[in-house]
């Protein structure tokens, strides 16, 4: 089972990106900490921005919650 970045976008279509294994999804997580503590450095945040992207991607490589998103993407 793909691991899933993104929503679907609202008309329709798959979820983009899929990832095809956790590294790639661990590559992800790690820029998008990046990216968020660098938002936050500008008000000295930038080590909560950092834990906030990588919660962010946290339930992302869970079973249940890809198992969830398959679902609700395919109407089921």
Known sequence: ????AHS????????QPLFEDDGEV???A???A???GG???AFESQRVAEWLG?????GKVSPDVRALSLCSQRAV
């Open 8 to 15: 679907p976008p609202t008309s329709g279509g798959p979820p």
């Open 1 to 4: 089972m793909p691991f899933i």
């Open 30 to 32: 790690r820029a998008v």
């Open 54 to 58: 990588w919660w962010h991607d946290a």
């Open 26 to 28: 661990e590559a992800h």
């Open 34 to 36: 990046r990216l968020a």
């Open 39 to 41: 938002f936050a450095e």
